[in-house]
């Protein structure tokens, strides 16, 4: 398969600067979007606009369908039992927030343990944070080696018997370390912990199976599947949120409503609290259309061949030093990188000045940086859309940033 194919897929793939067609490598923080998808959005608001849940009417009935027809698709995208499993979230962050404020906050206690590892995103740290503070827990860290992976021994000398919850990411977003999650779930529900999965950077890119991992809860982020923002997904266990309680109050979430009480909505409507993105949701069903189209399989595949091309190229540069595991196998699709003498914000300003699109700094992953002595790297993130020729853009604008600093000192 002829990744270049895609690229008339994407219209800002398309784009230009300076008489060369730009080269996004930031897909770790938001994906570009195909025609298809931005297509169904036009074509919702044109055609199906109104309140889902609410009307009797044509229109009404229309967008449930169209609503309710993405949570059917995300159900089978991650192989999920129950269709009520699929909770909409307006992002991971939100979804995260939604499992610390309801389930943490309730079924947490004084003495309890909340395990994550150090290479966190901040939205899978902070929730806990405040639930640890709030609850009188202890919220503890699994560090990770030299190589940015986290080692048997660490994982098992942190997660006991006074574990509740282990949250941990699948794909690290600084690093690209894929986390054996199934293991560790397994290991962690051997001590009666709940394992959460963060897996807005491997749903994206590799084949998740929830029932396979055996997560009790994973978390999905849209704008990194291809879909508009302002739609995230959160996968729980039915029974684990059926005896959770809504975070938010309003609209749709009802049963009944009294005076002086309030019963509440089913899953999954108990936590989709008033009028959702119904426009986001339509997108990121099409997205999905066009991920199954590719095959997650064959995703996996261009991605692990552009990840050996660009770790093999770039490791050729004496005065550039890259973080993360040295092992392919072990890593996504994320580069993080330092060129010798040069700042990581420079490097991208610099690099955006070639047309080749980076991300520089913490990467919401400040508690990491500081324990690898470390302010910052540049991240180059790569997604199925990228080619060779990319890689080769990426490296030629690593040396000519290096030789220009080279001429200063």
Known sequence: MNNIDFLKDFPTLNKEKNGKRIVYLDSAATTQKPNSVI???????????????????????????????????????????YREEIIFTKNATESFNLLAM???????????????????????????????????????YMYTDENGELTEEEVKSKITEKTKIVSITHVSNALGTINPVKEIAEYAHSKGAVVIVDGAQSVPHIKVDVRDINADFLVIAGHKLLAPMGIGILYGKKELLEKMPPLMFGGDMVEYVYEQETTFNVLPYKFEAGTQNVEAAVGLSKAI??????GMENIEKIEKELMTYAYKEMSKLEYVKIYGPKDIEKRGGVLSFEIEGVHPHDVASIFD???????????????????????ATSRASIYFYNTREDVDRLIEAVKQTYDMFSKWR
């Open 289 to 294: 259309d066009y991920l199954n189209g590719i």
């Open 102 to 140: 309801s389930y943490g906050m309730t079924y947490i206690n004084e003495g309890d343990e909340i395990v994550i590892s150090i290479a966190e995103h901040h939205s899978n740290l902070i929730p806990w944070q405040q639930v640890a503070k709030a609850k009188g827990a202890i919220l503890k």
């Open 353 to 375: 000045t070639f047309g080749v699109c980076i991300r520089a700094g913490n990467h919401c992953a400040q508690p990491l940086m500081r324990y690898m002595g470390i302010n």
């Open 39 to 81: 297509n169904s959005i036009k074509d919702y608001y044109e055609q199906s606009n109104a309140n889902p849940h609410r009307g009797a009417y044509e229109l009404s009935v229309l967008a449930t369908e169209a609503y309710d027809e993405a949570r059917e698709k995300v159900k089978k995208f991650i192989n999920a039992k």
